[in-house]
């Protein structure tokens, strides 16, 4: 299977398949798999960061519906 798609790799034109030689060599796979990890890790971070905003928004709303109450309480 592998012998396969060597061959037929190597029947492309020379640009090409440096192209494909290119994308399959560490040279491109380990900056790949850096900028992926700080990806993840960055997505990581906002959704942290996002998950605490609605904590304290859910926080203020409930201030927020007590405060309302004690205004309408102490208008009566």
Same mark, same amino acid.
């Given at each position: 299977?592998?012998?396969?798609?060597?061959?037929?790799?190597?029947?492309?034109?020379?640009?090409?398949?440096?192209?494909?030689? /290119?994308?399959? !060599? +560490?040279?491109? #796979?380990?900056?790949?798999?850096? $900028?992926?990890? &700080?990806?993840? /890790?960055?997505? !990581? +971070?906002?959704? #942290?960061?996002?998950?605490?905003? $609605?904590?304290? &928004?859910?926080?203020?709303?409930?201030?927020?519906?007590?405060?309302?109450?004690?205004?309408?309480?102490?208008?009566?």
């Amino acid at each position: 299977m592998w012998r396969e798609i060597q061959k037929t790799v190597d029947e492309l034109p020379a640009w090409l398949r440096n192209f494909f030689y /290119y994308f399959g !060599s +560490a040279g491109f #796979a380990v900056p790949l798999v850096i $900028i992926l990890l &700080l990806a993840m /890790y960055y997505y !990581s +971070a906002i959704a #942290a960061a996002n998950k605490h905003m $609605i904590e304290v &928004l859910k926080e203020q709303l409930v201030l927020e519906r007590l405060t309302l109450k004690q205004v309408l309480l102490s208008e009566n």
